[in-house]
């Protein structure tokens, strides 16, 4: 009786002091303390066809997220909406520009028709609010386009992690 008594108080002792770190570990994760996205590299990854070809640019001056991307995907597309309201930058003014040409400005509730031709880049800037604006930042950004070959709707969505500088 002895021996099930002193394992039971062994189980009982262990048992709360794992669920007391837990607990602790549970409300670091909660509040933010814990967050992967503090802690990881700049990055841009797209799609296939679309790839990035730099990291992001993060700018505290005008709240503004910009990448680079390139048209791999064989055939011109043209670039019809690019929304950004998932992470920290909710978009309400996305400025697309081809490589060649002056910034043509996109509204988030309007349609552009914005043509990259086959490896061509483009350089999209979306311009943040304020209140959602951080110095480190992880957001995804969709860019909608329409193929020139089939002239079906597609979109390409952009995970995008970069730092202020």
């Known amino acids: 009786m002895k021996k099930g008594q002193a394992a039971m108080e062994f189980l009982?002792?262990?048992?709360?002091?794992i669920l007391v770190v837990l607990a602790a570990i549970g409300a670091l994760a909660y509040f933010g303390v814990l967050g992967p996205t503090k802690y990881l590299p700049e990055q841009?990854?797209?799609?296939a066809g679309m790839d990035c070809i730099d990291k992001p640019a993060v700018s505290t001056d005008d709240y503004s997220?910009?990448?680079?991307?390139r048209n791999n995907l064989g055939y011109t597309i043209n670039i019809t909406f690019v929304?950004?309201?998932d992470g920290?930058?909710?978009?309400?003014?996305v400025n697309v520009t081809a490589e060649t040409g002056d910034p043509i400005e996109v509204f988030a509730d309007e349609t552009g028709d914005i043509?990259?031709?086959?490896e061509e880049n483009a350089i999209i800037w979306v311009n943040c609010s304020e209140e959602?604006?951080?110095e480190k930042v992880a957001s995804t950004i969709k860019v909608y386009y329409t193929s020139a070959r089939s002239g079906l709707d597609k979109s390409a969505t952009y995970s995008i992690r970069g730092t202020a500088s």
Not at 65 to 69: G, K, N, P, Q, V
Not at 115 to 118: D, E, F, L, S, V
């Open 12 to 17: 009982m002792t262990y048992g709360w002091a």
């Open 44 to 47: 841009c990854i797209g799609p």
């Open 65 to 69: 997220i910009s990448f680079a991307l």
């Open 83 to 85: 929304n950004a309201t």
């Open 88 to 93: 920290d930058c909710d978009a309400n003014l």
């Open 115 to 118: 043509a990259i031709t086959n």
């Open 132 to 134: 959602t604006f951080n």
